[in-house]
């Protein structure tokens, strides 16, 4: 059974003088062959997206156990340390589009390769900084490789899966928790801050060819061949105009949430404060996978649009709570971890609703300002609400989730391609 991978993992060239619609179409026979195969072989494709997802977690957010360890290093502070989580939000917004431009013109598999190999090699780097700034700019290019890592991976689920989707892509952004949990094992084990960055990207590095096993389902266009500029015609620019606005109140939804309220909480020190901690990313994790699940069974709007409404619900408590009943915000916490959720199947849904030809490109660029915000909100949350984070909270998840509710009911209204 193993041999029939390798079948299904040939390598097309497609001679540019050939109608690339014509070439699209072969490709999509494939694809469609492929999924005649057994579940073993699409198990097998689900280790090569999974490992990959995991492995660029546990790169990306290794750098946040370190902080304590890097103040020392380089003499410096926490809140300068910050900017290293919100460089590589920007240079995930700045290579999610262009390595996802390259997924859809040389490959899946190409723009895979290609991503993981830099947030694998940058980690690496790190691990020799001799400077924050040279620090500073493998961070960048650490997040340049794992937000587009991240985009093209949803493109390859909707390509290779015709059912469970949904699922798939809150399996995938669930065990960013996952990779989180590794993170603070192996900081905790490896006392240099040095090896643990150099063991961290060997680690990825060494598990970059199980991308080999992710069948390619798109041909070899290059880039001048592939019509960007469809992204803002006709119907798609409506959808990338409101997938962009749902994505970006996900990411200024879940960012300051998972970054700043174990801060608050550990700030406030509610009964059972240690298990809260412990308990809430558990919640996160299992809150994606039933949601992806849900959007399998009940649809990808109607289960955003009761996920939104949720989380709504959960911001308005927080923000009266930690008003006046700071002892009892911890409910609404766990409710906003649980609709965070909001953001599991995300890059799945809006995969669906481009063609092939444009897809990697699409789900990237409808990322790029959610990243951007992503990467800003949680340091101007604290340092507009330094007073009462419980508030800051309150009030930009409040916004967040409204401006969800409505996207999703706008975007609720188109259907999916595939």
């Given amino acids: 059974m193993n041999m029939k991978i390798v079948t299904y993992n040939v390598f097309f060239v497609i001679d540019l003088s050939h109608n690339y619609y014509d070439a699209q179409k072969t490709f999509n026979d494939m694809s469609l062959s492929f999924m ?58 700045v290579g999610g589009v262009f390595l996802g431009m390259v997924a859809d013109a040389y490959g899946r598999r190409v723009g895979l390769l290609l991503s993981t190999a830099i947030f694998s090699l940058f980690t690496l780097a790190a691990g020799f900084a001799k400077s924050l700034w040279e620090l500073y700019v493998f961070w960048f290019l650490v997040g340049f490789g794992v937000n587009a890592e991240n985009g093209i991976t949803y493109a390859v689920v909707t390509e290779n899966w015709r059912s469970k989707r949904g699922l798939m892509g809150g399996v995938l952004q669930g065990i960013y928790f996952v990779g989180i949990l590794f993170d603070a094992l192996v900081s905790s084990v490896i006392v240099n801050w040095r090896l643990v960055l150099i063991h961290i990207g060997i680690t990825s590095l060494a598990l970059l060819p199980l991308i080999l096993i992710v069948p390619e389902t798109t041909g070899r266009v290059g880039l001048g061949s592939v019509g960007y500029g469809e992204l803002f015609r006709g119907s798609l620019l409506i959808i990338t105009v409101l997938s962009t606005v749902l994505v970006s109140s996900a990411f200024l939804y879940t960012i300051p949430l998972v970054s700043l309220a174990p801060t608050y909480l550990s700030a406030i020190k509610p009964p059972g404060l240690s298990t809260w901690l412990i308990a809430l990313p558990l919640v996160g994790a299992a809150s994606y996978v039933i949601a992806g699940y849900a959007s399998d069974i009940y649809g990808r709007a109607k289960t955003l649009t009761v996920l939104s409404t949720i989380a709504l619900v959960s911001s308005v408590a927080l923000l009266l709570m930690a008003r006046s009943y700071p002892g009892y915000v911890t409910i609404p916490v766990a409710l906003a971890y649980f609709s965070s959720s909001i953001f599991a199947y995300l890059g799945v849904w809006i995969s669906e609703l481009y063609p092939m030809r444009v897809r990697a490109t699409a789900s990237n660029f409808a990322f790029l300002l959610g990243r951007l915000l992503g990467g800003v909100g949680p340091p101007i949350v604290a340092a507009l609400f330094s007073y009462d984070l419980g508030v800051g909270l309150g009030y930009v998840l409040t916004i967040s989730a409204a401006l969800a509710l409505a996207s999703t009911l706008m975007l609720g209204r188109f259907t999916s391609i595939d």
């Fill in 36 to 93: 005649s195969m057994g579940s073993r072989s699409l198990f097998l494709i689900f280790i090569g997206v999974l490992i990959p997802f995991l492995m660029s977690a546990f790169c990306v957010f290794s750098i946040v156990y370190l902080f304590p360890k890097l103040v020392i290093a380089f003499h410096t502070s926490v809140g300068s340390l910050s900017l290293l989580v919100t460089l590589s939000f920007i240079g995930g917004a």
